[in-house]
């Protein structure tokens, strides 16, 4: 079954414990992404990656890292939480772009529901 | 990308056709329509995109009008599991590069027996 993982689903955690929360997909996609989604400010985007070893920042950047080292994992590291990054965080990925350039709708990860106290 | 204008919420009768409005009156020739809804707190789910010509899938038709200043989503026979959030939301086509889908506040459905 075709589909983006992610885990852990549920995470409760403590300010400035070092976690990474992992998503994996399985559909070959070259491009992927993190977003946070907060009551209010609906889903913004933190990374995105467009290949292998190729990332770069979205909107909300700032206290998150990406990495990229095979096609189908794209794991987002808090290196030192604070309590403003609990949140919904989902991963998505999809094909870069059609023939005709027609772009891809993105599969979207169940999600992980982060709390840092 | 184009701002789109969509109704806080709406609700809708079981087993009747739900139609969902969304305003682009800024969208280029070159941006398509994209639908996505969110069962509370789910991942988005892609539902149906088009460019100007009516589209129909499984879950959906997608109605966009002639000056493609709108679109009308319509579920046809709405069910209880159809309660989400659907997002409209318009992407330039030809760019290769970040495919950011920019989420709104979307509309609540609310699927009522």
């Known amino acids: 079954e075709a589909q983006v993982t992610q885990n852990p689903r549920y995470l409760i955690t403590v300010t400035g414990k070092k976690l990474t929360v992992t998503c994996s997909q399985n559909?070959?996609?070259?491009?992927m992404s993190w977003y946070r989604q907060d009551p209010g400010l609906g889903l913004r985007q933190i990374y995105y990656?467009?290949?292998?070893?190729?990332?770069d920042k979205g909107d909300v950047p700032e206290g998150y890292k990406v990495s990229r080292k095979e096609k189908r994992n794209f794991p987002l590291i808090l290196e030192s939480p604070s309590p403003n990054q609990t949140s919904l965080y989902f991963c998505?990925?999809?094909?870069?772009?059609?023939?005709?350039?027609?772009?891809?709708?993105?599969?979207f990860g169940p999600g992980t529901r982060l709390t840092v106290t | 990308d184009a701002k789109t204008t969509q109704p806080p919420s709406m609700d809708c009768a079981e087993g009747r056709a739900a139609n969902l409005p969304c305003n682009h009156s800024t969208i280029s020739g070159n941006e398509y329509v994209y639908w996505y809804r969110q069962i509370h707190s789910q991942g988005p789910q892609y539902i149906i995109h088009g460019l100007k010509n009516n589209e129909t899938n499984e879950m959906a038709s997608l109605i966009i009008t002639e000056d493609r200043k709108s679109s009308t989503l319509i579920l046809p026979h709405a069910t209880l599991r159809d309660t989400a959030v659907y997002y409209c939301?318009?992407?330039?086509?030809?760019?290769?590069?970040?495919?950011?889908?920019?989420f709104g506040a979307g509309t609540r459905l609310t699927v009522k027996p």
């Open positions: 559909m070959n996609h070259e491009y």
């Open positions: 939301i318009v992407r330039v086509r030809g760019v290769r590069g970040n495919n950011d889908m920019r």
């Open positions: 998505a990925s999809s094909p870069p772009i059609r023939g005709g350039g027609e772009p891809y709708e993105q599969y």
């Open positions: 990656s467009m290949n292998v070893e190729v990332t």
